[in-house]
């Protein structure tokens, strides 16, 4: 059994930051790429970045520049920093990653997500 849990959102002014962190508990073998993804009300689910258990990153379009994601492999915890922030970030964003819990097994896991509030 594998748990991810987030932590990190909240209230925020357009222009400021927040810092999500995920970690990852549980029968872990290893870990594979671990994502970022966010939904606002009334949308589909958006992937906003990604990182590869190499370090390797990718980000929509729209958060190039302004968000960072980073990962601990020692740790088992993936973050996003989140820079100028602007009310279109609104979104509950949700941790995902590829985990093995067995040398044999890959299965994606989701956490419960973390409410973003930007206000203009």
């Known amino acids: 059994q594998v748990q991810l849990v987030e932590s990190g959102g909240g209230l925020v002014q357009a222009g400021g930051s927040l810092r999500l962190s995920c970690a990852a508990s549980?029968?872990?073998?290893?870990?594979?790429?671990m994502r970022w993804y966010r939904q606002a009300p009334g949308k589909q689910r958006e992937l906003v970045a990604g990182?590869?258990?190499?370090?390797?990153?990718r980000y929509t379009d729209s958060v190039k520049g302004r968000f960072t994601i980073s990962r601990d492999n020692a740790k088992n915890t993936v973050a996003l920093q989140m820079n100028s922030l602007k009310p279109e970030d609104t979104a509950v964003y949700y941790c995902n990653a590829d985990v093995m819990p067995s040398a044999i097994i890959l299965y994606s896991y989701w956490g419960q997500g973390t409410q973003v509030t930007v206000s203009s």
């Open positions: 990182i590869t258990k190499s370090g390797t990153t």
């Open positions: 549980g029968n872990i073998f290893s870990i594979n790429d």
